[in-house]
C-alpha cells in the first residue's frame, strides 16, 4: 500500500493506492499518527486507486475510525472499487463509516 496526504485547511484527503493488508500495518500507522497530530475537522480516504483489502486491512480501518472519534473529527471513504467495495459491503463498513462515490 502506498498513501499520499493532502491538507486543505482543517479537512485531510488520504489517497490510498495498491493492496491494504497486514503487511501495511506499520506504514498506515503513519495515517493515524498524523490524524492525531494534526488541528483537522475532517479526514476522507480516497479509495479510489486501492486495487484489494484484505481483513487485516479492515482492521488498520478500524483504527482510523477510532482515532477519528477521538480526535472528534468526521471521517468518510470515498471511492471503493471492485474487490474493495465488495469487501466493505460484505462486512458493513458503510454502517460505522460513511461511505461515498
Known amino acids: 500500500m502506498d498513501f499520499n496526504v493532502k491538507d486543505v485547511g482543517t479537512d485531510r ?32 480516504l480516497d479509495m479510489t486507486r486501492l486495487e ?5 486491512g479492515l ?7 477510532d482515532t477519528a472519534k477521538d480526535k472528534n473529527l468526521s471521517l468518510c471513504i470515498r471511492g471503493p472499487k471492485g474487490q474493495v467495495r465488495k469487501m466493505l459491503e460484505i ?8 461511505i461515498t462515490e
Open 13 to 44: 484527503e488520504v489517497y490510498l493506492s495498491g493492496k491494504l493488508s497486514f503487511a501495511d500495518h506499520k506504514k498506515f500507522r503513519e495515517v493515524v499518527q498524523g490524524l492525531k497530530a494534526g488541528n483537522l475537522r475532517h479526514c476522507t
Open 52 to 56: 484489494s483489502i484484505d481483513s487485516a
Open 59 to 65: 482492521g488498520l480501518l478500524i483504527l482510523v475510525k
Open 91 to 98: 462486512s458493513r463498513f458503510g454502517d460505522i463509516i460513511s
